[in-house]
């Protein structure tokens, strides 16, 4: 590392104080401000994960009774999708890293930036209201479906505003990438030179752009039913619930790209760098990301199909259903094709690409499982969706995420955590987790239905063993906070580049300054993993 | 700190087509808005099209049309507006502007009192008189409230959009070179009126 690229103060040093962060324009700091609220609301949502597993330890309620596991479950839902995963990776690392990657100093637009976040703390402000005003938190399931929801005498109209105000926020974030992604590239830098991160979340932006009004209004709907009367989904005037589903799935499940395409943008970095070599099929993996945004829009109704819905629609829902599987798996034979033959230095955040594989794996194929017609009759709510969920959000997602902070930890902050410390925390995480997720699924096949708090005796061994796996998992997870925290406390500096990576953010001082780049970045000739030392061949 | 070094492709620069191109996204996002609601109606409308068109003949085709005309002539005061400031006419700019903001005014009150009209002939949800009609009426007049009232807060936002860009061309920090902001809500108010264009046919016109 050269003494010169320390010359200038980083970002942490330019001010100090509460207020220079909270009305921060870097996006730097936006986006370790979603870090953290973000990473509170995972402790606060696994908190009520594990709750929820131990009420399901034994039989019958012995820790809290039904009504409470509702609410349980759909806050433990409503925190994990709108306040944990949906921003989780676009958020916090997008805002980070995408203005450097891109070669830029900023969003292009960041006082909207600024404006996404505070509308976030809005909505999760709002969410939380429910926990002290009115009468207790939605117990209608992250879904909110009518009529239920307009019916119950729980706050559900906090939490579907929440709802609607997050979505706001996510509209921005993604309307705010799009044009910088189009307006900010470094000179040189066209669209097929760009980090495959950038594409993901690109695809990412769009999806967010065009689904997110349609929960919007659907939402919006069922607060003008609860509080002015207007009941457009009663089914007592003719008003039809069904339509609601429709509405919500429509967003609901492009929104599931959402939260797994900017996984597989991290992937997509983290493993042509401890690879070492180009990453095998650059346009496969870019154009891929727009093809499952596209047709992830059009299979909504697979969510409903023992809703009621005539047979030639099911038919092309499940058709399409499969289709997406096309695309996602052009993405993982990439990724391998990647590794093979490189030289591959195994550290942690490769290790949590790995493992987001593995899961990614099992998440999806469950997926087509339940995407088949015949079989989702029978799987349909059961355990068998929350486990294949579970895995493609968590073991996906999650995993993702966590291997992005392993990953960019040394950027973020300039320093470095215990690498044994965190392997071993890796390895508890994955068998936790493992354990935790996959008897779910055989309990699903057995017919255990999903969202009760009880169950029949023949399911006590594996519920049992499930929440061992939650335990497990919880102390994986302790271990990796706590792992982290000390690397940030830390004497030892990290250097500018300890991983060898060539995307752009290598290039600037770790942390990076105020505007990232003291002179112009290089590009690296021939895209952007274009590795100059790999073995040819 | 001073900043020796900018880039070229800096974000803090102004970036008229960055602008545009954002207001357009967001323009995607309102109109997808709207369209959430117009597959409610068309699913409605298909399931009930009798009480529809008997529920219809409740509104004043009148004071629909006069309000579309105030909507057009707005959205076309607005467009001569951003062609007068291009021109380097700040004060045409501002007049057009003004009388852009006073149709909007005048929307809202003809609104208010069509609003006023359904509410006295009792056909507010939950009113004695709205409880005798069928169901599929009932359904019409949800929709009805719900599309134009949001319609109608987008007129309220436009209107205050329309407001703030007038201060800044008096500032003169909108002016000839630098005019995307007043560009940009000219586009919102085209959207209002778009939307306009199509809740009108769909309430007071389909027979």
Redesign the interface.
């Known amino acids: 590392m050269t003494d010169s690229s320390v010359s200038q103060p980083n970002f942490f040093e330019v001010k100090k104080g509460l207020f220079s962060w909270i009305f921060s324009l870097d996006h730097k700091r936006i986006g370790l401000l979603y870090l953290y609220s973000v990473g509170s609301f995972f402790l606060v949502g696994a908190a009520l994960g594990v709750l929820m597993r131990l009420e399901l330890f034994n039989p019958g309620a012995d820790l809290i009774e039904a009504k409470t596991y509702n609410q349980v479950f759909t806050l433990h839902g409503v925190i994990m999708i709108f306040l944990f995963i949906i921003p989780s990776i676009p958020a916090v690392f997008g805002n980070f890293f995408l203005p450097i990657m891109l070669g830029t100093d900023d969003v292009a637009f960041p006082r909207l930036n600024l404006l996404s976040w505070w509308l976030y703390v809005l909505g999760a402000l709002f969410a939380l209201s429910t926990l002290v005003f009115g009468d207790g938190p939605a117990d209608t399931g992250w879904t909110f479906y009518a009529p239920y929801s307009v019916k119950t005498g729980t706050n559900v109209s906090m939490s579907v505003l929440a709802a609607f105000i997050l979505g706001f926020s996510s509209i921005l974030t993604g309307l705010n990438f799009i044009v910088t992604i189009h307006r900010l590239r470094a000179p040189g830098m066209g669209f097929n030179q760009m980090p495959l991160f950038a594409w993901a979340l690109y695809a990412t932006s769009w999806i967010q752009l065009l689904a997110t009004p349609i929960i919007g209004i659907t939402l919006l709907m069922i607060v003008a039913e609860r509080m002015l009367g207007i009941g457009l989904f009663d089914p007592s005037i003719g008003g039809d619930p069904i339509l609601y589903q429709h509405l919500f799935w429509i967003y609901s499940h492009p929104a599931v790209y959402i939260m797994a395409l900017p996984a597989m943008g991290i992937v997509s970095e983290i493993i042509p760098t401890f690879a070492q070599r180009t990453i095998f099929g650059y346009k496969a993996i870019a154009y891929s990301s727009l093809a499952i945004a596209f047709v992830g829009y059009f299979v909504w109704g697979h969510h409903m199909f023992t809703s009621g819905m005539s047979g030639p629609a099911a038919y092309i829902f499940s058709i399409l259903t499969f289709f997406v599987a096309i695309p996602t798996s052009i993405k993982v034979f990439n990724w391998l094709a990647t590794m093979y033959k490189g030289s591959i230095n195994v550290q942690v955040p490769l290790l949590y690409a790995v493992a987001f594989i593995f899961n990614f794996l099992i998440g999806g194929l469950t997926g087509l499982v339940v995407g088949a017609l015949a079989a989702d009759v029978h799987l349909h709510d059961t355990y068998f969706v929350v486990g294949h969920f579970h895995y493609v959000m968590f073991g996906g997602t999650g995993f993702a995420f966590f291997g992005a902070l392993h990953y960019w930890y040394p950027k973020i902050w300039g320093k470095m955590y215990n690498k044994l410390i965190a392997n071993i925390a890796f390895a508890i995480l994955f068998i936790g987790f493992n354990t935790l997720y996959f008897p779910m699924l055989i309990l699903g096949i057995k017919g255990m239905p999903r969202r009760y708090y009880d169950y029949l005796p023949e399911f006590h061994t594996l519920n049992q063993i499930s929440t061992v796996g939650s335990w497990i998992l919880i102390i994986g997870l302790l271990l990796m906070i706590f792992n982290l925290f000390k690397g940030y406390f830390s004497k030892q500096k990290a250097p500018a580049n300890p991983w060898n990576g060539i995307t752009l953010e290598w290039q600037t001082q770790s942390p990076p300054t105020l505007y990232n780049f003291d002179k112009a970045p290089e590009l690296v000739e021939g895209g952007p993993y274009n590795y100059p030392n790999a073995m040819k061949g | 700190?001073e900043?020796?070094?900018?880039?070229?492709?800096?974000?803090?620069t102004y970036?008229a087509?960055?602008s545009k191109?954002?207001m357009w996204?967001?323009l995607?996002?309102?109109l997808?808005?709207?369209?959430?609601?117009f597959?409610?109606y068309m699913?409605?409308r298909s399931?009930?099209p009798d009480a529809f068109l008997m529920a219809s003949l409740n509104l004043n085709v009148w004071m629909g049309t006069v309000n579309t005309v105030v909507l057009l002539t707005s959205s076309m005061t607005v467009a001569m507006s951003i062609t007068a400031i291009q021109l380097g006419n700040s004060k045409l700019s501002l007049k057009l502007l003004l009388i852009t903001v006073f149709a909007a005014v005048v929307f809202l009150v003809i609104k208010y009192f069509e609003w006023g009209a359904k509410i006295e002939h009792g056909l507010w949800?939950?009113m004695e008189h709205f409880g005798s009609l069928s169901?599929?009426e009932?359904?019409y007049f949800?929709?009805y409230?719900?599309m134009t009232g949001?319609h109608g807060l987008h007129v309220i936002v436009g209107m205050i959009f329309i407001v703030v860009v007038m201060n800044k061309i008096k500032k003169g920090s909108i002016n000839k070179d630098k005019n995307q902001l007043l560009e940009n809500s000219g586009l919102y108010w085209h959207l209002v009126d778009l939307i306009w264009i199509y809740l009108f046919p769909l309430f007071y016109l389909i027979h």
Do not use: C, R, W
Request: hydrophobic share 50%; glycine share 14%; aromatic share 18%.
């Open positions: 700190m900043h020796s070094f900018v880039l070229p492709n800096s974000g803090h970036d087509k960055a191109l954002g996204l967001f995607y996002t309102e997808l808005l709207f369209g959430g609601l597959i409610v699913v409605y399931l009930n949800p939950g169901h599929g009932q359904l949800y929709l409230f719900f949001l």
